[in-house]
Nanobody
Framework: QVQLVESGGGLVQAGDSLRLSCAASGRSFGGYAMGWFRQAPGKQRELVAAIASSGNTYYVDSVKDRFTISRDNVKNSVFLQMNRLKPEDTAVFYC????????????????WGQGTQVTVSS
């Protein structure tokens, strides 16, 4: 069983940066693929970025060149560096885990954090 706790959200202005963190408890963190999802009000939850146990990464087109996902297997953590934030990035961001390979759908992930709010003002 993996427990995930996100942190680092907040209220920022357009163009600012935030770094989200997700701390994982449990064993074998290195064997998990980790994803960052976001859900804006009235919208479906979507995958923003993911990193496989191998280190391969995925980004949705809308965040490419602005967001960077990374992981620290010693600290059992995954991070999302978000630069040049836009008002349309406003959402609750969730950390999620699944075994080994990146999944692209909500249903692909077994373990979820409680979410952290990111609000970007114009």
């Amino acid at each position: 069983q993996v427990q995930l706790v996100e942190s680092g959200g907040g209220l920022v202005q357009a163009g600012d940066s935030l770094r989200l963190s997700c701390a994982a408890s449990g064993r074998s963190f290195g064997g998990y693929a980790m994803g960052w999802f976001r859900q804006a009000p009235g919208k479906q939850r979507e995958l923003v970025a993911a990193i496989a146990s191998s280190g391969n990464t995925y980004y949705v087109d809308s965040v490419k060149d602005r967001f960077t996902i990374s992981r620290d297997n010693v600290k059992n953590s995954v991070f999302l560096q978000m630069n040049r934030l836009k008002p349309e990035d406003t959402a609750v961001f969730y950390c999620a885990a699944r075994a080994f390979l990146i999944g692209y759908r909500v249903g692909d992930y077994v373990h979820w954090g409680q979410g952290t709010q990111v609000t970007v003002s114009s």
